[in-house]
């Protein structure tokens, strides 16, 4: 069974930083591209960023280009989310789902999520 | 970027009937690379469809996807207590992936 465990979500002010990890089991990680996703409270879903199952080739949506970084380490079935220059706008839950490929294409299997909230 | 445009966004409707939804997207979906999402309060989105038409892993027949281009559709022939929920569709054809803003189904 696919399981996908997120943490590292809280409360941090306007410019901090964060790092999530996702913790994947159930199959056989580095086969697969992986994905963040996040949705806004009240608000639809966005995709954030996605990592290839090598972790060669990363994607980010514009918006988190240059503050996110997408990595993965696949000796111990787990992706990170480092996220820097946090702000307002950047709360939400923050999903970590699987791809079913290689190369980052949709979302076969999704976290629960975990929150992240910038205030001060 | 792609920007995807569901409608209704609200849907009212009783429990057995058939319901339709739409996705239209700005420019034209290359190799139908379009799917389809479930979510109910609380709960992470689930993959219902992929590849426009082709229902995932579990997602019963009652649930159908069609279209091409820049027209999708997804259909709940008979709608059950557990579908009420919102409905995201998501193009997978260029970078970056986009969402649509989802629709509601409610019911009446």
């Known amino acids: 069974e696919v399981q996908l465990l997120e943490s590292g979500g809280g409360l941090v002010q306007p410019g901090g930083s964060l790092r999530l990890s996702c913790v994947a089991s159930g199959f056989t990680f580095n086969n697969y591209a992986m994905s963040w996703i996040r949705q806004a409270p009240g608000q639809g879903l966005e995709w954030v960023a996605a990592l290839s199952g090598s972790g060669t080739n990363s994607y980010y949506t514009d918006s988190v280009k240059g503050r996110f970084t997408i990595s993965r380490d696949n000796s111990n079935s787990t992706m990170f989310l480092q996220m820097n220059s946090l702000r307002a706008d950047d709360t939400a839950v923050y999903y970590c789902?699987?791809?079913?490929?290689?190369?980052?294409?949709?979302?076969?299997?999704w976290g629960h999520g975990v929150l992240v909230t910038v205030s001060s | 970027e792609i920007v995807m445009t569901q409608s209704p966004v609200t849907l009212s409707v009783s429990p057995g009937e058939r319901v339709t939804l739409s996705c239209r997207t700005s420019?034209?979906?290359?190799?139908?690379?379009l799917a389809w999402y479930q979510q109910r309060p609380g709960q992470a989105p689930r993959l219902l469809i992929f590849?426009?038409?082709t229902r995932a892993t579990g997602v019963p027949a009652r649930f159908s996807g069609s279209g091409s281009g820049t027209d999708f559709t997804l259909s709940i022939s008979s709608l059950q207590s557990e579908d009420f929920a919102v409905y995201y569709c998501?193009?997978?054809?260029?970078?970056?992936?986009?969402f649509g803003q989802g629709t509601k189904v409610e019911v009446k």
């Open positions: 789902a699987k791809v079913p490929a290689i190369l980052p294409l949709y979302f076969d299997y």
């Open positions: 590849s426009t038409s």
């Open positions: 998501q193009q997978y054809s260029s970078w970056p992936r986009t």
């Open positions: 420019q034209s979906i290359l190799s139908n690379y």
